[in-house]
Structures are given as C-alpha cells and as structure tokens.
C-alpha cells in the first residue's frame, strides 16, 4: 500500500515565479551585452539596443540571486509538516481517534481537506472518488449502523501551528470498533498553506497505520482474514 505522502505542490508566484522570470531576463541581457561588445565589434548594421549595461546585469544578477537563496533558506526554516496518528480506545473513551498535527517548524493555514474510504466488502479495485467532509458523513451514515460508531471533527480553514504531540493538533475522526472493522480503507488530503505562501499536501491512507493493539482487538472481536 501507499506510504504517506507530504509534498509542496505549489510555490509562490510572486516570491518565486516573479524573480525567475527576472532572473531569465538578465541573464538574456547579459548574453546580449557580450555578444555586442566582444563579438561584432565594428558591425554598424546591429541595432544599438542596450536596456543595462554589463556591469550593471552582473550585479543585479548577483543581488538577485543572493535574495532568492536567502528566501529558499527562510522557506526551509518556516515550513509545516503534517503527520497524522491514531489513539486507542481507553476506558473513560471507547473510540480510537484519528489525529492530524504539525511537527514542523513554521505555521500553516488549513485551505482544503479531503476524504476517501473504502468498506470492507468492496473490493479495492473499487475507485472511490475524494469527497468534502458533508458527503463523507452523509456516505458513512447510510453505511453505519447508528451515528454512535463514528464522529467527524470539521477543520475547515483552521491555523495549523507546530506541536509536540498529535494531540496538539486536530481530532478529525474518531471510530467505534464495529466501524473500524467495516472500513477497508480511510484516506485524508490535506491541502495547507505556509507563511510564505508555498501550498502543501498530506496525502495518506490512515488504517495503514493503526495501533498494533487494536488490530489485535478488532481480529478478536471482528475475525477478518486480511486484518
């Protein structure tokens, strides 16, 4: 099965696409500035075109290149990471939960999060499409048998700030045993945007994860070949 997936899936136009552009501008210039001053010397018929001189490229080039090197370092020292965890079950509560939270460095904005999930007796073949958090509780509704087997926490554009532990961060699901054992597959997309304005994903299939324990205890309660 997949592993969990964190990647950024969009940078910065302004921070990013903006200064290669004026990167790719200059660096036009400057081979414009050689090829007119070394190389057809005394050729009256080149236009005398000249937008900055030499010197003046090299150094916005230099300039440039030394902020855009400096953002990359800032970006890597403000940039959030998504995971996500499980809880078992316990006495005062007998659902096991479903965390997501930030252990990275820098804060992030919540801008969209997705669901997909799979019941047991469909094949995994079966493609199931993403689905915003009303129609996924709409869907787990006709499938459980009473709205007592499951609860969905909605996040919506929430701030995301660094934790220590999953529980720093958001409850978004949680689970009776019975529902546990009727899932075949749980997946989340979490599309979150940085101080920096770069966009991330967390793309995960959650059961992969689940505490050894409560496997354990749903083959116990529920026997199923493939838990």
């Known amino acids: 099965m997949p592993s969990p997936h964190w990647h950024t899936v969009q940078r ?17 210039n400057l081979a414009w500035e050689v090829l007119h001053n070394n190389l057809v010397q005394g050729v009256e018929s080149l236009p005398n075109v000249r937008l900055v001189d030499g010197q003046t490229t090299v150094n916005m080039i230099g300039l440039l290149g030394g902020l855009i090197l400096a953002r990359a370092q800032w970006v890597r020292s403000i940039r959030p990471h998504f995971g996500f965890a499980w809880r078992e079950a316990t006495a005062s509560d007998d659902r096991t939960r479903l965390y ?24 995994p073949e079966c493609g199931q ?43 978004i699901a949680s689970f009776s045993d019975h529902a546990l054992a009727g899932l075949r597959e749980f997946w989340i997309r979490i599309v979150a945007e940085d ?26 309660k529920h026997p199923l070949n493939d838990l």
């Not at 990275?104 to 047991?120: I, K, N, Q, T």
């Not at 959650?206 to 205890?217: F, M, Q, S």
């Open 195 to 220: 101080g920096a304005g770069d966009r991330h994903t967390l793309t995960a299939q959650t059961l992969e994860k689940l505490p050894y324990k409560t496997v354990r205890r749903l083959s116990t």
């Open 100 to 123: 997501v939270y930030n252990a990275g460095p820098g804060h992030a904005v919540v801008s969209s999060v997705e669901y997909r999930f799979l019941p047991r007796n469909e094949s």
């Open 129 to 171: 499409d993403w689905i915003s958090f009303p129609e996924l509780v709409h869907q787990i509704s006709v499938l459980a048998s009473g709205d007592d087997d499951f609860d969905f926490d909605w996040i919506g554009r929430a701030p995301f700030i660094p934790g220590e532990k999953p529980e720093d961060g958001f409850s």
């Open 12 to 28: 910065s136009r302004l921070f990013v696409i903006g200064p290669a552009i004026v990167m790719v501008f200059l660096c036009l």
